[in-house]
């Protein structure tokens, strides 16, 4: 729980510093001539930052009920959902990172392949 805590506020400060960038506009009211590569690279790491806080919040639920209900039967289940979960975490973590490519014009909006 406090690793998502931690993450929690990084992510925070992250949205913070994006609304300092411009953020806080209807995203079909801004012209492409006026994205920000600052704006855009916070908002990746933002994304990256929110994935990594609920992937550690839904552990913690999970490690909760492994600690309430110790019954052997359930430990099985308990095992697939937490693969599930760090998996399903892990794969929209590198949803975001990966989005573009090259990982660069994700924030460049005129780099090219």
Same mark, same amino acid.
């Given at each position: 729980m406090l690793v998502a805590l931690v993450l929690w506020l990084a992510t925070?400060?992250?949205?913070?510093?994006?609304?300092?960038?411009?953020?806080? =506009?209807?995203?079909?009211?801004?012209?492409? &001539?006026?994205y920000s590569?600052?704006?855009?690279?916070?908002? &990746?790491?933002?994304a990256v930052f929110y994935s990594a806080t609920m992937m550690f919040? =839904?552990?913690s639920i999970l490690f909760l009920y492994r600690r309430v209900f110790a019954i052997e039967e359930f430990m099985f289940r308990w095992w697939i959902v937490v693969a599930f979960t760090v998996g399903y975490s892990?794969?929209?973590i590198c949803c975001s990172i990966f989005a573009c490519t090259p990982i660069v014009s994700a924030w460049y909006v005129s780099a090219s392949q």
């Open positions: 925070l400060s992250m949205f913070q510093y994006s609304i300092s960038c411009g953020m806080g =506009k209807h995203l079909w009211d801004v012209r492409m &001539t006026e590569p600052a704006f855009l690279q916070a908002w &990746t790491i933002a919040i =839904k552990l892990i794969a929209g």
